[in-house]
């Protein structure tokens, strides 16, 4: 496993501002010179309390937020009173602010953004829909996330990933899968990001999205040629299967009544090896992998019943010998 970051990540307000321009239907007002400000946080936080006084509530790395009753607020307060707040509270460095609900930025806001290089965003949208939309897009752009290179499809709507050793086998396993009526999500490089907790939500680079690398052929865009249902952007990830070369001193499981775990970013998702060898069709193994984990996942395991009912003929004590069985031995009951 290729792990490069465990950890949250910070994205700047110029791209909050970018990506969100035309959903949100976003300008900037004031402070350009701090769009390289960073967001560490997704939670969007109301301002009320720090207009009120109480700037040690306010968050650096959070989006604050401005909606009708904050300014309102602001509109009543006498002039020299309004200015004082505002200067403690541009002063205190966050993120940036953003005006809701159709709200234009009164000239005391602008002013104050520009002497402090503080970003003044406005929206035409009501305040708890534009903290609804921004918070989900930070969930994500936020989310620890790892690159790791394996397959990632879905199949009969379970996650697969596939992992192994370079040339094992996943690309051409993988686009039998496609063949055969499955969709993919990612050949070579995925993308995995932790989303709620505890959904592990992978998906491809744009830049190679859709395409897979075969030897012998080259590239294949994997859209283009079976369209557009042979394909998704994102899958959440709820089964890893390893392919490795087939090894004769390795013992391979063959009940699988023990269940494996793989960990991605603290998470474990059910864990596969699957051993490669000539005569192994390898796309219906997979195929078979997968149903067996869903049939797992609406509580039924084949392997631990078939366990349960060997064990309970093994405790069953022994019948005792017929008449024709002890006759065998020489003596019967009535000699």
């Known amino acids: 496993m290729d792990e490069q970051n465990g950890g949250r990540h910070s ?8 990506s969100n321009r035309k959903r949100l239907r976003m300008k900037l007002a004031a402070g350009a010179e701090g769009l390289q400000r960073e967001i560490s946080n997704a939670r969007v936080q109301k301002t009320g309390l720090a207009l009120a006084n109480f700037f040690e509530c ?5 989006v604050q937020i401005l909606g009708r009753t904050e300014i309102r607020y602001l509109e009543q307060l ?13 002063g205190c460095e966050l993120a940036c602010f953003l005006i809701a609900a159709g709200g234009t ?11 402090s290089g503080t970003p003044l965003l406005t929206t ?11 918070t ?24 697969v990933l596939l992992i192994g050793e370079s040339g094992v086998g996943k690309s051409e396993c993988a686009l039998e899968l496609v063949a055969r009526g499955h969709r993919l999500v990612a050949d070579d490089v995925l993308e995995i990001m932790l989303v709620e907790n505890e959904v592990l939500l992978g998906s491809c680079p744009e830049k190679v999205r859709y395409l897979m690398e075969l030897r012998g052929i080259g590239v294949i865009d994997i859209k283009a040629l079976f369209g557009v249902g042979s394909v998704r952007e994102s899958k959440k990830i709820e089964l890893v299967i390893k392919l490795e070369h087939w090894r004769q001193e390795v013992e391979y499981s063959r009940l699988g009544v023990r269940e494996k775990t793989y960990a991605f970013l603290g998470i474990d998702l059910p864990y596969v090896i699957m051993p490669v060898a000539p005569g192994r069709n390898l796309s219906i193994l997979v195929e078979v992998a997968a149903r067996n984990q869903l049939m797992k996942l609406k509580g039924v395991h084949v392997a631990r019943r078939v366990t349960r009912r ?18 065998k031995g020489g003596v019967g009951l009535f000699e």
């Open 78 to 90: 006498e002039e020299g009173e309004r200015e004082r707040i505002l200067e403690k509270l541009f």
């Open 58 to 62: 306010c968050s650096r790395e959070r």
């Open 310 to 327: 060997l064990d309970r003929e093994l405790r069953r004590p022994a019948p005792p010998p017929s008449l024709k069985e002890e006759s």
């Open 105 to 115: 930025a009164p000239d005391y806001l602008r002013r104050a953004a520009d002497a």
């Open 136 to 159: 989900h897009f930070l969930d994500l752009q936020l989310a620890p996330r790892t690159t790791i290179h394996g397959n990632l499809l879905d199949i009969f709507g379970l996650g």
């Open 11 to 18: 994205i700047t307000v110029q791209q909050l501002f970018e």
């Open 124 to 134: 035409a949208m009501e305040s708890v829909s534009a903290i609804d939309l921004i």
